[in-house]
């Protein structure tokens, strides 16, 4: 089994809409939980992180944690071309090392 | 540095060759990391530093890797021999690391692009 779980996609949302991207993770001491952005040929940037269950806004995006269901989403709000990109969740079992999903990968149509 | 610097960007290099990477993290992160990036894959973990020291080598594929960080600061990540299975990108991750507090997130360089050819 691997640590961190996503749907590879890829996910097509029209303009406009919200895409809601999953992630489930194998170790339950997990504490730090991590969303990243990828465009292509670029390097990961990080856009949100939630340590608490429940969710966590930041303008369009929000982050969703429940521990007990080992379960971490992220909902992207009134989606733009821009936001097309593959999406990492990444989890911290331990202080310092993030285990990271392969990531799914999100078309915005106009 | 304003963010995590990597050279060179791209790397073309023969079989058996060996090649160095290098990372400059932002500075005061005392915790620097590197991953590999296979097309179409997830991020690899390779090695962790905290300050100089190594205490997580664990993602090391084969002892042909091996990386060294000095002054807290700058990391070499070595390949020797490469092999055409090498080929990917090396990214490399600086945070703070604030034990106990949980994980702050890392801030990722532009990557090096290896291709073993």
């Known amino acids: 089994q691997k640590e961190v779980e996503q749907n590879s996609g890829p996910l097509s949302v029209p303009e406009g809409a919200i895409a809601s991207l999953n992630c489930t993770y194998s170790?339950?001491?997990?504490?730090?939980f991590f969303w990243y952005r990828q465009y292509s040929g670029k390097s990961p940037e990080l856009i949100m992180f939630i340590y608490s269950n429940g969710d966590k806004e930041d303008g369009r995006f929000t982050a969703q944690l429940n521990k007990a269901s080992q379960y971490v989403s992220l909902l992207i709000r009134d989606s733009q071309p821009s936001d097309s990109a593959t999406y990492l969740c990444a989890v911290s079992p331990w202080d310092y090392k993030l285990s990271f999903g392969a990531g799914t990968t999100v078309t915005v149509r106009a | 540095g304003a963010g995590v610097s990597q050279s060179p960007s791209n790397k073309v290099t023969e079989k058996g060759k060996d090649v160095e990477l290098r990372c400059d993290p932002i500075s005061g992160h005392t915790a620097l990391y590197w991953y590999r990036q296979s097309l179409g894959q997830g991020l690899e973990f390779l090695i962790y530093?905290?300050?100089?020291?190594?205490?997580?080598k664990s993602g090391l594929p084969s002892d042909r890797f091996s990386a060294e960080r000095t002054g807290g600061s700058v990391s070499t990540l070595t390949i020797q021999r490469t092999q055409q299975e090498d080929s990917a990108v090396y990214l490399c991750?600086?945070?703070?690391?604030?034990?106990?507090?949980?994980?702050?997130?890392?801030?990722f360089g532009s990557g090096t692009r290896l291709t073993v050819v």
């Open positions: 991750a600086s945070s703070f690391n604030r034990v106990g507090e949980g994980l702050g997130g890392y801030t």
């Open positions: 170790d339950r001491g997990s504490q730090s």
């Open positions: 530093f905290q300050g100089n020291s190594a205490p997580d």
